[in-house]
């Protein structure tokens, strides 16, 4: 059976589906008939006020329920930034390298050109933002995507100090959520309200196919912003926003991410051991955090490519993503592992197949190192 590592899911098993269907047959009891209409385009009053109080508690945010646009998840608020940025004349976005492959095709897709800016293991390079020249960045600091960093304190004053000197920084919050050593850092937000778009979900917390998230932007940004998400889809729809709102004023939300942080949490350390216990030599990257590992092969760089090895791991039935799909600067290989949705010992049986494979794919390479100089040139 296919053990499917894509990054990004959780575990949809654990879906709360007692908790969503008793507040959906609350909700559809008690809403008001008005409720069903076409409403305010920036979503759900009842919401965007749950969000205010549940979004400043757990990441910090500093916003009013006015602020706040309910989105279709950070895919949609993406488009709709881009949108308002592209007419309004910006062309390029800084973006983190390696980064998120398909918030760049978004933004890419509406027009504003993705400029790779580099990170490393303090985060993203801000020295290299500020030389490129450029005043806008999409960045994802509580947990970078895909090496799991987190911006380091010096780096997130040097952003902030670029930000407050005319840039704007996009904030992709996608699983600030989830950190299992100690309490997230709170939103970059919270420290320049007014230089700082924050936008996240509940696609790593509760599911992607609820298609729920919210954008929260400076003041000078919003009214284009909400005129964007009018002409989008005139808002999103209502009772998943009121089911929303009924599972955060409940504790609902909280309960499910207490219970789903100690789940990943053990599975993480699962797969971390198996994989370190198979494979000495691989170099995990990033904090206990998030839904996925990255894992990158130094001493295969030049020898084994990543995406040879993630078609060679498919053939083993497990399906990966070679970090050079997220990446635009060559660099080690690697493997970005989602393992939230798997149970240890689907993960510690994925370690032993990725084990096998970087093995053999090693080993391959050695050998074709050694074959005699006539051989080689036959073939
Ligand atoms: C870094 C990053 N940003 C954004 C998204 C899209 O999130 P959403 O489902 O909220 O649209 C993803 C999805 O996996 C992601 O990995």
Redesign the pocket.
Known sequence: MDIDLS??LPDLSGFPRSAWWRAERSVLGGAAAAEFAYGDPRGSHTLRQELASWLARVRGVRADPRDIIVV?????S?ALVAQTLRAAGTTEIAVEDPG?R??QDALAHWGLEPVPVPVDEQGLRVAELVRSGLRTALL?PAHQ?PTGVVLAPDRRRELLAWANDGGLVIE?D??AEHRYDRPPVPALQASAPERVVHT??I?KTLA?GM?L?WLIAPRSLQDALVAAKHASDLGSPVLPQLVLARLISHGDLDRHMRLTRGRYRTRRDAFLTALTARLPSVHVQGVAAGLHLLITFPELTGRVDDTDLSESLRGAGVLTHPLSWHRRTPGAPGLVLGYAAHPPDRLREAARRIAETVQSASRARAERKHVPRAVRDYG
């Open positions: 990054p990004g279709g998840g950070v895919a949609q993406l998120s398909g918030a994802t995507f992709d996608y699983d996240g979900s696609s992607p298609r998230g």
